[in-house]
């Protein structure tokens, strides 16, 4: 088991702490295992009402490993990745879901967040999905959920464009509900959370499902998402942003489209 998710439940809260400060809290398959079943465990559980995502050392998240996404996108594997059953998972969630952004949260980072039910940020967070640049598209359902939760035009500036947004910005937009000083962002949550597992139950978890709407819909655009991402991961273009990456170096696209 990884070391680098914590899991803690206190007061019916569930705590999912990703500790991968030295890479930015990037995600790695045992990470993504580990948050899967810790939300798993607690859909079987009375302990559990909510959920709080938290980063640490001054990030949320840098989104997927991309050494991972490098390496499937070498070996071409046709596996369903950790990221993917995570991803799949969410749109079945029936808790409330809370998230605490300080700092970077960038692809999985913000389209988590459209998933979650409160989003607190604080005046540090920048939001960003460079899934474009990296020659991917946006995913985790966020075709549907972002325009319903930002509008089309907001949703497309932040998916293509991919520019990042500070908090204001994000607040303004509909992503984060208040920005918050540093010091208050983990007990702003925690607080929210704590009121929400001392609400009745059963009114709680029906008031959610009702304004989620149908979690089909947003399993459907996944895997319609899926489809695209797994050939556009084998494109010359996307391969030539991962090397440029791990490169440290600005890609060249208009090469790898030559074949060079
Ligand atoms: N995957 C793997 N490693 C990552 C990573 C990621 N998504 N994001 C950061 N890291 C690693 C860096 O490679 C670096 O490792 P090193 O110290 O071994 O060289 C370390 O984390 C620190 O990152 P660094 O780039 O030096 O920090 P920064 O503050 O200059 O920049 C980011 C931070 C997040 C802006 C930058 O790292 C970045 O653009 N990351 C990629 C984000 C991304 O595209 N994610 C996928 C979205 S779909």
């Given at each position: 088991m990884t070391q680098e998710i914590e899991i803690k439940v206190d007061n019916g809260v569930q705590i999912i702490r990703i500790l991968r400060a030295d890479k930015k809290n990037a995600l790695t398959g045992p990470m993504y295992d580990a948050m899967s079943a810790a939300l798993d465990s607690a859909e079987k559980?009375?302990?559990?009402a909510a959920h709080v995502f938290i980063g640490s050392g001054g990030v949320f998240s840098a989104g997927n490993d991309i050494n991972d996404f490098m390496r499937r996108s070498r070996d071409g594997s046709q596996d369903v990745a950790p990221s993917q059953m995570f991803i799949q998972r969410l749109p079945k969630v029936t808790r409330p879901m809370i998230a605490a952004v300080d700092g970077l949260a960038v692809g999985i980072g913000v389209t988590l967040l459209l998933h979650c039910d409160l989003v607190y940020a604080t005046p540090a967070a920048s939001f960003r999905t460079p899934f474009v640049d990296l020659g991917l598209i946006q995913e985790a359902g966020s075709s549907v959920l972002g325009p319903a939760r930002l509008g089309y035009a907001r949703a497309f500036e932040l998916f293509a464009l991919g520019e990042a947004w500070g908090a204001a910005r994000a607040a303004e937009a509909g992503l984060v509900n208040a920005v918050v000083p540093a010091d208050e962002l983990e007990t702003k949550a925690l607080a929210a959370a704590r009121r929400l597992a001392a609400k009745p139950r059963a009114a709680l978890l029906a008031a959610r499902r009702m304004l989620k709407g149908d979690p089909a819909l947003i399993s459907k655009a996944i895997a319609d998402e899926v489809s695209v991402y797994k050939d556009l991961m084998r494109s010359p273009e996307a391969k030539e942003a991962f090397t440029a990456f791990l490169e440290k170096r600005p890609p060249d696209f208009a090469k790898a489209r030559r074949g060079g």
């Open positions: 559980s009375e302990a559990v």
